[in-house]
């Protein structure tokens, strides 16, 4: 199956955790379409992410509304996100929801400071770690550390769908 425009759409399903779409948190790998079935391939931030449900409901009622009357199947590819998945805009969207990406010193998303430690070693999260700045004394997660998929690389597994 080759690349369909309808990956635009499914980009733009909004993560039910964090108010960032699915395109730019990195998680969508593609999406195709092909005899009546539209094929979704998505990499969750983390192996048990609760959120599976819930984004697989969003983005078949995004899909049944862009594309009416297609089969449409959710392909969860374990182990295939990383933190370097996640784009400009989604990198600025967590930062304006109090959030970093993991992969660089932990600077605080509200007054850029560096001048920051570790609050714990799990946030809300598994894959979100908590952080106290010591310039402005918030506090905020790093996500994309400790629990997520991309350190547990399992095969593929398919969830079908109506």
Request: a positive charge.
């Amino acid at each position: 199956m080759s690349p369909d425009p309808l990956t635009g759409v499914v980009a733009d399903v909004r993560d039910p955790e964090i108010d960032v779409g699915l395109g730019d948190l990195g998680v969508v790998r593609s999406v195709a379409r092909a005899d009546g079935r539209i094929v979704v391939r998505l990499a969750p931030t983390r192996l048990s992410c609760p959120a599976r449900g819930e984004i697989a409901r969003r983005v078949r009622s995004a899909l049944t509304d862009a594309a009416p009357g297609n089969r449409i199947e959710i392909v969860w590819e374990r182990g295939a996100w990383q933190p370097t998945a996640v784009t400009d805009a989604g990198r600025e969207a967590l930062r304006t929801a109090g959030y970093r990406v993991a992969g660089a010193v932990p600077r605080c998303p509200y007054c850029g400071s560096e001048d920051a430690v570790r609050a714990g070693r799990f946030g809300g999260a598994v894959c979100k770690v908590p952080y106290d700045c010591r310039g402005c004394g918030s506090p905020f997660d790093v996500i994309g550390t400790a629990g997520c998929s991309a350190v547990l690389p399992v095969p593929d597994v398919t969830q079908g769908g109506s």
